[in-house]
Structure formats: structure tokens, C-alpha cells
């Protein structure tokens, strides 16, 4: 069969292994690599500035692994697309499904437009373990609710063997022009805040195959507990690779379960497990409710009582609340575009409910701020700590910062990230405003200059969330 060139248009699968959408355009001929930066559709969901300066790394290592035959392109894809069909002779152009609404809008005009002018159009998954409309009730419609959401998809079983493909043998079609360089995206912000996240992550392919090593090695054995201890590495770090698609999440999945079976640790990896499905399930909910980016799922909170005060809200932001915990949590974001799993749902309460700040406001906040900003997985678990998504926790559950500090023993994770504190005993650190004046001396704290004084009272924020919520029901 004579051999025909493709156009392999990479998005959040920059990986060559485990990747069957490049396989299919490999097996038909030579391949055209390319990336496509689009501003032009996701509006008002473009790509956040960490998340920028990721992609710019994950571009470089793919780059170099293609040879350094990457097109790398910014623009509208559907023309750009078509322009290249047309110069190359491209037959067949190969992708990965992508699952945010704007993109499936995207895909399906442009597959349209290809197919119409005679070249065949392969879309594969790559990207989950379980696609939105594969896992349904019996009559069809979406789960509301993680729990059977995650028993039926585990009772059909999940397809490995799709994804998990060796990287194929590449006959690369090049495009040199300055175009198609990867410093034409302009990708890394102006201000060298990113400094700080190089020192935790090494983006690309080979960076995330390394950290599920790490992982698997050293933090998989104590997952189900140790996972919400701040200052323990039981976490995978792995969100902002699946995100941008350097590894598949089947192969994690796989590695994962193995791993536990061979170490007699399978509680520990099934939970692991369980919670790659939880990504799955907020997929699920914004393919089939794709206003959630925006409104929320209970139509009830539609009339919250939400505060606008931008005085509150840069306090959060910049991690000066006078809450350590929140705090840490705030800084440990901006200094390495991440945060812990635990902390980002005390951070995320204390902004709707002690704070009274939209949820909207941090969703956005956490947008732009993280590496791992993902428009599904954003929403529904800012949704979630508010208490109007779908499996929502109930607006009444107010997770305390002071007592999930102690509970968590989260004192070296504050040192590590409010280091003004960090010559508090372990007793004192989770409140400094309740440390006798002795203690905070001799410690070199001074409350309200060198560490801000509680912005609001606990109880006092508690309460007036609580009457709102209850003003909230009995409209409802």
C-alpha cells in the first residue's frame, strides 16, 4: 500500500509513547508534527500564565524529540490546519480527543471542513480512563454523584490496551521558518515569577515518567492517609503531566495497580486509583453540563449573598490572611504553581465561606496560577467546596484552618512557606494570634507588621455563612 502523509496536530498529548493517535498517523506514511496555540476559541478560558510557562517546557522537550521537527504554530486552527493539508498534500490528519466544550465545538467544525474537501479524519482517545458518554446510568443520563459513578465504571472495567502503544517508528515531514519556532508563542510571562517551579518540576515527557517512579518508590505506600499531611511527599505531583498529556493517565493507572499488587500495597494503589477516576468524573460533568465554567450546578446559589470586597480577596491572594495554613497554601501556589490536594480544600472553604468571595473568584485566581489548570477539575472541585456542584460537600462543612493545621500536622509545611513564623514551637504556629506575647517575642513575630493579624474572627465568618446559607434554603 503505497504510503501517504498525515498531519499529527498534537494538544494535551505531548507524549510520543502510549500515544495511538500518533501511531495511527505513523502507520499511513510520513508525519507533519505540529502544535497549535489557539487564543482564538477558549475565550474566556485562554491558557493561564503558569500553565503557559509549562507548555513552553513540554513544547521544548517534544520538540527535541521530534527531532526538532515541531511545528509550532498561534492562530485559528482550522485555517492553519487547512493551510498546511494543502501545502503537504496531507491525507489524513490524526488527533486526540480533547473534552472541554469550547474544543469538542472546535473539533467538530473542523473535521467537518477536512472531511468535505476529501481527507480522512482520525480522532483516538488518549487522554481518559473513562470518556464522558461511556459511563451513564441505565437510562442514559449523566451521574450527579462520584461514588456509583465510579463503581460502574469499575464494573465495565477500564480499555488499557487502546493506549498503551509503544512510541512508533517516525518518518518526520520539517516546516523551518521563524513561524513555527517555539519562541513565537511568547509563552513565558514578562516577570520572572517561575523561578521557584523548575526547582520542583521538570515538564515533559521524560520528567513525567520520572515522577511516577518517584512516586511509586517513595509516596504510593502511605497514599490513603498520607495524602493529607501537608508536609509528607505522599502525593503523585503528577496532575500538571496528565494535564498536558505526558504520560497517559492508562499507563498510571496500569504502573499504579501493578506497583500495589507486587508490594502488597493494593489498598493504598486502589485509592490511588480511585482518585484518576474522580478527574474522570469532572469530565464527565462538564461535557454534559458545559455551563458549570460559569453558573452554578444548584441553580439555588444563584441568589447567595456573595461579598464583593477586593480588600479581602488580594489578602487571600497573596497568602497574608493571618491564617497559616491558608497562607501557606496561597504561597506555596504562587511560588510553585501548585498546592497540596488537602490545602487547596481549606483554602477553597475559606474563601466562600469565611471570606464570602464568590467561588468564580477563586476558580479564576487558581486558573492563572496553576500548572495543573484544568477547565473540568477547576470548575467542579471549586464547585464542589462550595457546596453547589454535583456531589457537592454540604455549605455547612467549613473546614477550620486552625484545626486542620493541628490535625494535619502541617507545622514544617508553614515553616517551609511562612518562613516570618518559622521559629514557632509546634503549639503555637497554627494561631500566632493566640500565642502568649513571650512566645510570639521570642520567636521575632510581630503581629500585624511582619505577619498580618487575622483578616476575619472564625466563629464570627462561620456564623454569617451559616445564616446566609439558611436564608439561601428557605427560598429555595
Known amino acids: 500500500m503505497a504510503k501517504t502523509p498525515s498531519l499529527m496536530w498534537f494538544r494535551q498529548d505531548l507524549r510520543l509513547n502510549d500515544n495511538p493517535a500518533l501511531t495511527q498517523a505513523a502507520q499511513a506514511g510520513p508525519v507533519l508534527p505540529i502544535y497549535i496555540l489557539d487564543d ?3 475565550a474566556p478560558w485562554q491558557m493561564g500564565a503558569a500553565s503557559r510557562w509549562w507548555l513552553h517546557q513540554s513544547l521544548e522537550a517534544l520538540g527535541a524529540e521530534l527531532q526538532n521537527k515541531l511545528v509550532v504554530l498561534k492562530g485559528d486552527p482550522q485555517k ?55 459511563n451513564l446510568k441505565d437510562d442514559g443520563t449523566p451521574y450527579r454523584v462520584f461514588t456509583p459513578f465510579y463503581r460502574r465504571a469499575m464494573s465495565r472495567g477500564i480499555e488499557i490496551e487502546t493506549v498503551l502503544q509503544p512510541t512508533p517508528e517516525l518518518n518526520l515531514i520539517g516546516e523551518d521558518t521563524s513561524d513555527t519556532k517555539l519562541d513565537a508563542l511568547e509563552l513565558l510571562p514578562d516577570i520572572d515569577w517561575y523561578s521557584g517551579f523548575e526547582e520542583v518540576f521538570t515538564p515533559g515527557e521524560v520528567g513525567a515518567h520520572q515522577q511516577l517512579a518517584n512516586f511509586l518508590e517513595h509516596g504510593i505506600s502511605n497514599y490513603k492517609q498520607g495524602r493529607d499531611y501537608p508536609a509528607l511527599e505522599s502525593v503523585s505531583r503528577l496532575s500538571p503531566h496528565i494535564h498536558f498529556g505526558e504520560i497517559a493517565p492508562h499507563r498510571i493507572f496500569q504502573e499504579s495497580l501493578e506497583h500495589g499488587r507486587l508490594a502488597g500495597i493494593e489498598t493504598e494503589s486502589e485509592h490511588f486509583g480511585r482518585e484518576l477516576v474522580w478527574r474522570e468524573f469532572s469530565y464527565t460533568l462538564l461535557h454534559h453540563f458545559p455551563e458549570l465554567t460559569a453558573n452554578n450546578m444548584n441553580a439555588n446559589f444563584d441568589h447567595f449573598p ?67 489548570a484544568d477547565l473540568a477539575n477547576n470548575t467542579c472541585s471549586w464547585q464542589w467546596v462550595a457546596g453547589c ?31 516570618e513564623l ?33 483578616i476575619v474572627e472564625l466563629k464570627a465568618s462561620r456564623e454569617k455563612a451559616l445564616e446566609a446559607y439558611q436564608e439561601l434554603k428557605s427560598r429555595a
Not at 489524513?92 to 474537501?117: F, G, H, M
Not at 490536594?341 to 466562600?352: A, D, E, K, P, T
Not at 454535583?390 to 502541617?410: C, E, G, H, M, V
Open 422 to 454: 518559622a521559629a514557632l514551637d509546634d503549639r503555637h504556629i497554627h494561631e500566632p494570634a493566640a500565642a502568649p506575647p513571650i512566645v510570639l517575642e521570642s520567636a521575632g513575630v510581630e503581629l500585624g507588621k511582619n505577619y498580618p493579624m487575622p
Open 306 to 372: 456573595w461579598r464583593r470586597d477586593a480588600k479581602l480577596l488580594k489578602a487571600w491572594q497573596r497568602g497574608q490572611t493571618g491564617y497559616p495554613l491558608v497562607d501557606a497554601g496561597m504561597r506555596e501556589l504562587w511560588q510553585t504553581g501548585y498546592m497540596h490536594n488537602r490545602v487547596r480544600m481549606i483554602v477553597g472553604s475559606f474563601l466562600v465561606k469565611n471570606l464570602l468571595q464568590d467561588w468564580r473568584e477563586g476558580a479564576r485566581w487558581f486558573w492563572d496560577c496553576l500548572l495543573d
Open 80 to 134: 492553519l490546519i487547512t493551510e498546511l493539508v494543502a501545502k503537504h498534500n496531507i491525507q489524513q490528519v490524526c488527533w486526540n480527543r480533547c473534552y472541554e466544550p469550547w474544543r469538542s465545538a472546535r473539533d467538530t467544525t473542523i473535521k467537518q471542513v477536512l472531511q468535505e474537501t476529501g481527507v480522512e479524519v482520525t480522532s483516538c482517545n488518549g487522554s481518559l480512563l473513562v470518556e464522558p458518554w461511556t
Open 40 to 42: 482564538c476559541n477558549p
Open 389 to 419: 456542584g454535583a456531589d457537592a460537600a454540604p455549605y455547612f462543612r467549613i473546614f477550620n484552618p486552625l484545626t486542620q493545621s493541628d490535625k494535619f500536622k502541617a507545622a514544617p509545611y508553614i515553616r517551609r512557606f511562612v518562613p
